[in-house]
Every structure is written in structure tokens, then in C-alpha cells.
């Protein structure tokens, strides 16, 4: 088994990127965002409400309640649909999926896949089809393969990283290799390893993210609770920020925040951005919990 103290801790309890108009480097759920994000034009900010004031935001000893892990957050089958709205306008429609688990490397592991699509308005200005996949380890939570494959207006591209076990080291498609610590997450991966971790409310937790070429700990603040309302339901929920240091638009010039219901699914329901190009929002739409 893999020691996984590389690639998971808590404390508290592709290629190169093209302009912002074409493609954006984000973790985790976030191509959902980065896939309608590019399009033409700035949102009326005014639209979203305030996103979660974090001036004041606690240190590490000042936590006092830590949600405990779940034991398993999602079933295969999971098919989770969400409205993507480019300030008033509805952009198009994003999907996380949890369709089955393959074997790799002789170890069962969850096929991951996120995939976002603009909708036939915007499909006439700038069409988006955009998919990513993660082949993530069933037992030790790590990415064995990440895929994506985008589509963005007259921009395509695609690429594919493996995580090589005996010499530690991801390799890309073009054959070029680059080490990494350890089993690392993924941009897709992660917003799943997120799922599984306890949380500490004030706090943070960290795990080791590669993303072109770059391997950084990735540091996911938990910002408190607070109830929501979808077109899918009523959630009570955990509010949590990534930190985007990646580079690219959101690099200190905006923010994610993303509401995962208190409970054992850990499901996220909402996703609220604002950044350079105007706001962004990521709603529930519908459900499907799968199997087993």
C-alpha cells in the first residue's frame, strides 16, 4: 500500500495555460467554472451576492468543531447536473459524474468525470464542449490518470498525465516527465479528496495538487455553515474556499467558494466566483445518487 502522508494532511483540526479567453488553469471543481468562464464579455456583478467575508478569518487554533470524515460521500453512479450562470444570463450546464470503477495497475479505482457544455444561445458566439476525467485510486485517493479534452470556441486542445509509481513522477502525453512527492490529486480529483476529509470549521486542510507541470500543496480553507436553496433542494452546508495559487486569472485577483451539504454525502449544491471577467455562479440542478 502507498503511504499516502504525501498526499493528504490537515491542519486545524495540462499543458501550458493559453490566454484567460480561451482557457482557464483552476483545481478542482472548477473546470465546471473554467469551462463557461472564457466567454466574451463581463458579467453584471452586481447580480451575486457577497461571497463569505474571510478579513477575519481564524487561525488553526482558533477551531472548535471539526466535522468528521465520512466514510464514503458518494456511490458509483453519482450524476450530480448544475445551471451555469455567467452573471443574470444562463450560460450552460455542467455535470460531476461518478459513472464506474475500472481496475488500474491491479487496484480498483473510481472513474471520475466532470463535463460542461454552453447552451445552444451561447453556442452560436463561443461554444464550449469541455470534458476532464480521473482515474482515482479506491483505496489509497490518488490520481492515477487525468484526461481532458476542451473544446472552447476555435480553441481546442487535449492531454493526458500518468502517475508513474516506480520513479515517482507524472508523465504527459508529449512523453515529457516531471517528479511529484508522492500519490498527488488531480484538478478534478481533488474537489472529490475534499469530499472525503474531515473539515475543520475555521481551519484548513492540504493535499499535494499537480497541474501543468507543477506540483503545490493545495490549501482548502473551511469558512463555516450556512443553509441554501437550489432548484435540487434545501442543503444545510459547509462553506469552503480553495486557494487558488495556480496562476492564471484567479491568481489574488478573485475567489471560489463552494457550499457542500453537512452531512455524509458531503454533495456540493453551489459554487460562487468572482473574478477579472465578472461573476459566476454554479447551481444544483438535479440528482442522481447512484449504486451500491
Not at 37 to 43: E, Q, W
Request: hydrophobic share 40%.
Amino acid at each position: 500500500m502507498m503511504n499516502r502522508t504525501g498526499h493528504s494532511r490537515s491542519v486545524g483540526g495540462g499543458g501550458p495555460v493559453a490566454p484567460w479567453t480561451r482557457r482557464l488553469a483552476l483545481p478542482l471543481a472548477l473546470l465546471l467554472l473554467s469551462a463557461i468562464a472564457p466567454l466574451p464579455g463581463r458579467g453584471q456583478e452586481g447580480a451575486e451576492p457577497e461571497l463569505p467575508d474571510t478579513t477575519t478569518f481564524p487561525t488553526p487554533a482558533a477551531v472548535t468543531d471539526t466535522v468528521a470524515a465520512p466514510p464514503r460521500p458518494f456511490k458509483t453512479g453519482e450524476s450530480l447536473r448544475f445551471a451555469v450562470q455567467y452573471g443574470f444570463i444562463h450560460a450552460g450546464t455542467a455535470w460531476l459524474e461518478v459513472p464506474e470503477v475500472v481496475e488500474w495497475h491491479g487496484r480498483p479505482a473510481w472513474r471520475l468525470v466532470a463535463r460542461a457544455e454552453s447552451n445552444g444561445f451561447f453556442d452560436k458566439m463561443y461554444k464550449v464542449r469541455n470534458r476532464i476525467e480521473s482515474v482515482w485510486d479506491q483505496e489509497e485517493r490518488f490520481s492515477w490518470r487525468y484526461f481532458e479534452d476542451r473544446h472552447e470556441g476555435g480553441y481546442t486542445a487535449n492531454d493526458t498525465i500518468l502517475f508513474e509509481p516506480d520513479s515517482m513522477q507524472m508523465r504527459y502525453k508529449n512523453g515529457m516527465t516531471y517528479p511529484v512527492p508522492g500519490p498527488v490529486q488531480d484538478a478534478l480529483s481533488s474537489f472529490y479528496m475534499t469530499r472525503f476529509h474531515e473539515l475543520p470549521i475555521g481551519g484548513q486542510i492540504t493535499f499535494d495538487y499537480h497541474a501543468s507541470r507543477k506540483t503545490k500543496p493545495m490549501e482548502v480553507r473551511i469558512l463555516g455553515r450556512e443553509k441554501v436553496k437550489t432548484p435540487a433542494g434545501k442543503f444545510s452546508c459547509i462553506v469552503i474556499e480553495p486557494m487558488l495559487k495556480a496562476g492564471g486569472i484567479f491568481k489574488n485577483k478573485g475567489r471560489l467558494v463552494i457550499w457542500l451539504t453537512d452531512d455524509e454525502r458531503r454533495m456540493p449544491v453551489l459554487m460562487k466566483s468572482k473574478v477579472m471577467i465578472g461573476s459566476i455562479k454554479v447551481v444544483l440542478q438535479e440528482v442522481k445518487p447512484g449504486h451500491g
